[in-house]
């Protein structure tokens, strides 16, 4: 089992270019079920969880290339099983996608239940009110959601979430591409990567309108063809680079980003003490000095991201005074790095829904577990700001969405590497 051993107290400079969206990746490529043709799918971050879905989709009959790195051409046209490996689902959270894409190409999926990170039970009753709304009969058991037509078959339909959840509405849209009629989800997600996807469906004939507010319509098309689409840059990749830099100091340009999807995250960096230069496509941070306290608090976009709760804490521990942090969309993220944090010399109280961050002078190097992928991300941060020497152990979870983080951290003068345990 690798691990990441972090000489830490170095600040960060340089450049560093940031991937394609994850999130954006791991819906983008089960939507390419829908397509009949080649879809030529480019900036797509080289990380476990695409790797993993690429075999899902190749197993069932899909045709992929890689003719350049990043690029990565589909054609599943002729792709015929609507029951991926359940053994490659349960290894990613974003896998129930499959759900909504094999319901639009043939109108049925028997889909494993997925796993990835283990912070939250993640429900998917939004997902399953979405697929019974547009006309299918659901069998969910522990192990796995199979999905048929009901009686009076799929047809476009009306739904209101219970809540933004950014899973059902991806699952909702790609069900009801190919769908007859006219599907409308109200309380929508509008996170940039809902927007991504739609864009993506929209190139290769779909109708789809109102991606990035609260009502997104669908209306059903006959078959989609192929063609060429681009990823956007990571939010949540840059964010992290971003929140590095407000820990450990230094002067870092962050290349290859859209700055307005960054302004939830730095509006509050902002507010730490860190300085922030907008570009047309990059974003420079620099910081020295003590950071202040904050409170934050996240929500669903254009609110904080969620995924950047556990590294901005890490910039709350290095503050002067006492910084909130409250948690809206999953409560239990706290638990798996705090602990963790503390570890090293943080001083954190949590209570209900929000942690209590009273900032201390400096962390100290420890051996700390990495639970999910950003509380992973987070210990990389805490690690780099950190006096002395940390390991991170169980790595394979920041690897799911951090395309080569020790190369672009060493580029910019930290001192990590990966071991073998």
């Keep these: 089992m690798a691990k990441y051993e972090i000489c830490g107290g170095i600040p960060l400079n340089g450049t560093v270019s940031i991937s394609g969206a994850k999130n954006a990746a791991v819906a983008i490529l089960p939507a390419a079920l829908l397509v009949s043709g080649v879809c030529r799918i480019e900036n797509v971050p080289d990380i476990s969880d695409v ?56 109108g049925k999926a028997h889909v494993a239940l997925p796993g990835g990170c283990n912070f939250a ?18 069998d969910e058991t522990e192990d796995y959601v199979a999905l048929s037509p009901g009686e009076s078959g799929l047809q476009g339909s009306r739904i209101s979430l219970d809540m933004a959840s950014v899973g059902a509405t991806v699952n909702i849209m790609l069900a009801a591409t ?20 739609a864009n993506f469906l929209n190139t290769m004939g779909a109708r789809i309108s109102g991606a990035g507010t609260d009502t997104i319509k669908v209306r059903g098309v006959n078959s989609l063809r192929g063609g060429c689409y681009a990823i956007i840059p990571d939010q949540i990749e840059a ?18 980003v859209i700055p307005k999807h960054l302004e939830c995250i730095t509006t509050k960096l902002q507010e730490m003490g860190a300085k922030i230069i907008n570009y047309d496509d990059s974003v420079r941070i620099i910081r020295s000095g003590r950071l202040r306290k904050a409170t934050v608090k996240t929500m669903p976009y254009p609110g904080f991201p969620t995924d950047m709760q556990a590294q901005v804490c890490v910039c709350m521990a290095l503050a002067g005074g006492v910084s909130r942090l409250t948690e809206s969309v999953y409560e239990t993220r706290f638990f798996g790095y705090c602990t963790e944090l503390e570890s090293m010399g943080a001083n954190i109280h949590i209570t209900g829904k929000t942690a209590t961050v009273t ?18 991300a987070a210990l990389v941060i805490a ?39």
């Design 51 to 106: 790797r993993i879905l690429l075999d899902i989709l190749q197993g069932m009959g899909a045709r992929i290339r890689t003719p350049e790195p990043h690029v990565v051409e589909i054609d599943c046209t002729d792709v015929q099983c609507s029951e991926p490996d359940s053994t490659l689902v349960c290894k990613m959270r974003a896998s129930y996608y499959l759900m909504g894409a094999l319901l639009g190409r043939f």
């Design 359 to 376: 900032g201390v002078e400096r962390l100290y190097g420890s051996t700390v577990c990495a639970h999910d992928l950003r509380a992973g």
């Design 383 to 421: 690690g780099l700001a950190a006096e002395g020497t940390t390991y991170v152990e169980h790595v394979h979870f920041i690897e799911r969405g951090y395309e080569d983080l020790i190369g672009k951290l060493t580029a910019l003068g930290a001192k990590i590497r990966r071991i073998e345990d």
């Design 239 to 256: 964010g992290t680079y971003l929140a590095a830099v407000t820990a450990v100091g230094g002067n870092v340009l962050v290349q290859n």
């Design 178 to 197: 190919l769908l007859p009629g006219q599907t409308i989800i109200e309380n929508a997600a509008k996170e940039p990567h809902i927007v991504d996807l």
């Design 121 to 138: 039970s993640r429900p998917i009753d939004q997902h399953i009110k979405g697929f019974e709304a547009l006309g299918a009969d659901v």
